[in-house]
């Protein structure tokens, strides 16, 4: 049985940091795309970045761009989201998801979905 299994979210002030961490369980993902979405409080869930199967090639939300980096360790079968400069516009619930490819994923295309772990920034 695939499990993701999201860590790290918590209650920060604006300009603060966060890292998430995504562990996965029940197969390997080396050969798949994994990344990142996230759903704000009365909005749609929302695609936030994608790394490739090698971490080669790395999408990301403009939103973001700039402030987030994402990275993955295939050996322990997790990905990691490091959010530098947090806005409260960033608040939300972040799922950690896997896909057949980065460019899957940045299309809104995952094949497992993690349960969540809530971020929150206040200003």
């Known amino acids: 049985q695939v499990q993701l299994v999201e860590s790290g979210g918590g209650l920060v002030q604006a300009g603060a940091s966060l890292k998430l961490s995504c562990a996965g369980s029940?197969?390997?993902?080396?050969?798949?795309?994994m990344g990142w979405f996230r759903q704000a409080p009365g909005k749609e869930r929302e695609f936030v970045s994608a790394?490739?199967?090698?971490?080669?090639?790395?999408y990301y939300a403009d939103s973001v761009k700039g402030r987030f980096t994402i990275s993955r360790d295939n050996a322990k079968n997790m990905v990691y989201l490091q959010m530098n400069s947090l806005k409260p516009e960033d608040t939300a619930i972040y799922y950690c998801?896997?896909?057949?490819?980065?460019?899957?994923?940045?299309?809104?295309?995952?094949?497992?979905w993690g349960q969540g772990t809530r971020v929150t920034v206040s200003s």
């Open positions: 998801a896997v896909g057949e490819s980065a460019s899957g994923l940045k299309n809104s295309k995952p094949k497992y």
């Open positions: 029940g197969r390997t993902f080396t050969t798949d795309g």
């Open positions: 790394i490739s199967s090698n971490g080669s090639i790395k």
